[in-house]
């Protein structure tokens, strides 16, 4: 079974201009996660998909940061503008389903963004 | 809120050494808990997890219990190896619909020879 795909997996920008970052889950699953790792923290959630539709964006920075889901399979997050403080690891995730106690969730290799 | 709290690192072990990674939550309800791992260079992994009250989650060795009573998660493993080297996260998932991840800040492990 193929793991969750994303790309680029490092990306160098300066600060106010635009990147985007996609994510293939895992075929079936129905939801979709994206985090923000900052160097020396753990991650911490943006956004949560459930099929096509949002769950939960309450941590997502609403003035640069959007994200949708493409027909319920494919993602993209992007930001714009950037700023320095957005240099991180985004990673994403994908589970079966919403709301099973204990489900895993199975995590891409995540896209190294620096920005300068 | 929510809230995991992780032993800071690193840790750097000898070969055979015994580990203890301490991790220590806040959270309303009952969540289940998890320990993820991040070897150089790879994606998050779940490494164990356990979803009730005194339940054991293990693999490879590891082992951690959920202690409801001093809400704690510690990990284990009796005898480390050099491809033990990685990052160890703590987590739990909330008991909402959303089962969302809470992440502690993640224990570098450093296993010499």
């Known amino acids: 079974e193929a793991g969750v795909a994303q790309s680029p997996r490092y990306k160098i920008i300066e600060k106010r201009q635009s990147v985007a970052f996609w994510c293939n889950p895992i075929s079936g699953h129905a939801t979709l996660y994206w985090y923000q790792q900052i160097l020396g923290q753990g991650p911490k959630l943006l956004i949560q998909?459930?099929?096509?539709?949002?769950?939960?964006d309450s941590q997502l920075p609403k003035d640069r940061f959007s994200a949708e889901r493409l027909k319920g399979v494919d993602s993209t997050l992007k930001i714009q503008p950037a700023k320095l403080e957005d240099s991180a690891v985004y990673l994403c995730?994908?589970?079966?389903?919403?709301?099973?106690?204990?489900?895993?969730?199975?995590f891409g290799p995540g896209t190294r963004l620096t920005v300068l | 809120g929510n809230s995991v709290t992780q032993m800071e690192g690193p840790v750097t072990l000898s070969e055979e050494a015994f580990l203890t990674i301490n991790c220590t939550y806040t959270a309303t309800g009952y969540p289940s808990l998890f320990w993820y791992v991040q070897y150089p260079g790879e994606g998050l992994q779940l490494l164990l997890k356990?979803?009730?009250?005194?339940d054991k989650g293990s693999n490879k060795g590891f082992e951690a219990t959920y202690r409801k009573e001093t809400t704690s998660f510690h990990l284990e493993k009796g005898s480390v190896q050099v491809s033990d080297s990685a990052v160890y996260f703590c987590?739990?998932?909330?008991?909402?619909?959303?089962?969302?991840?809470?992440f502690g800040s993640g224990t570098q492990l450093t296993v010499l020879p």
């Open positions: 987590a739990l998932s909330d008991t909402g619909s959303a089962r969302q991840l809470t």
């Open positions: 995730a994908s589970s079966p389903r919403l709301g099973e106690r204990g489900d895993e969730q199975f």
């Open positions: 356990a979803t009730k009250a005194d």
């Open positions: 998909f459930q099929n096509n539709g949002v769950v939960d």
